[in-house]
C-alpha cells in the first residue's frame, strides 16, 4: 500500500492529464480545442504578414524565382 500511495504522489500530474485527456476526448471537445488553435495561427501569421508586407513579398518573391 505504501508503494501505491507514493507511485500516486510522485505521477498526480500524469494521472489528472490522462483523466482530463479521457474526458476530452470522450466528449469531443478536441475538435474545438483545434479550431481554436488553428484560428490562432492564423491571427499569428496574418499580423506577422501585415506587419512585414514588404519582407514577406521578398521571400515569396525569391522562392517562386527558386522553382
Do not use: H, P, W
Request: net charge positive; aromatic share 12%; charged share 25%.
Amino acid at each position: 500500500m505504501e508503494n501505491f500511495k507514493d507511485f500516486i504522489k510522485e505521477y498526480k500530474g500524469a494521472i489528472i492529464g490522462a483523466i482530463i485527456s479521457i474526458i476530452i476526448l470522450c466528449t469531443q471537445l478536441y475538435r474545438l480545442i483545434i479550431g481554436i488553435i488553428l484560428i490562432l495561427i492564423g491571427i499569428y501569421i496574418g499580423n506577422y504578414i501585415q506587419r512585414n508586407k514588404y519582407e514577406v513579398k521578398e521571400k515569396i518573391k525569391n522562392f517562386v524565382d527558386r522553382m
